[in-house]
Nanobody, 124 residues
Framework: QVHLVESGGGLVQAGGSLRLSCTISGRTMSNDDLGWFRQAPGREREFVAAISWMRGRTRYSDSVKGRFSISREDAKNTMYLQMNSVEPADSAVYYC?????????????????WGQGTQVTVSS
């Protein structure tokens, strides 16, 4: 059974940095895509970033491009989201998600497995 567990959330001041982790178990990672999504209270879940596990291709939403960086570490079966220059608008519950890589990395739908989420709060 596939499990995704996020960690690293917390309270950070605007302009600061935070690194989220997503550890995957129950699956040998190969031709898969991993993504980060977020949801703020009263708002729909939105795409943040994605990475292809095998080729390392990435995609970012316009709102985080240049500030956030997605990466993966094969040996630990873990994906990261480095969040720099955070803003209060980045406050949300952040979720990691996984899908088989049958769609272009630019496609933000089709994620089959989801973690429970980790809260990120940015104070002004």
């Amino acid at each position: 059974q596939v499990h995704l567990v996020e960690s690293g959330g917390g309270l950070v001041q605007a302009g600061g940095s935070l690194r989220l982790s997503c550890t995957i178990s129950g699956r040998t990672m190969s031709n898969d895509d991993l993504g980060w999504f977020r949801q703020a209270p009263g708002r729909e879940r939105e795409f943040v970033a994605a990475i292809s596990w095998m080729r390392g291709r990435t995609r970012y939403s316009d709102s985080v491009k240049g500030r956030f960086s997605i990466s993966r570490e094969d040996a630990k079966n873990t994906m990261y989201l480095q969040m720099n220059s955070v803003e209060p608008a980045d406050s949300a519950v952040y979720y990691c998600a996984l899908r088989s890589a049958v769609l272009p990395i630019s496609e933000i739908t089709g994620y089959e497995y989801w973690g429970q989420g980790t809260q990120v709060t940015v104070s002004s």
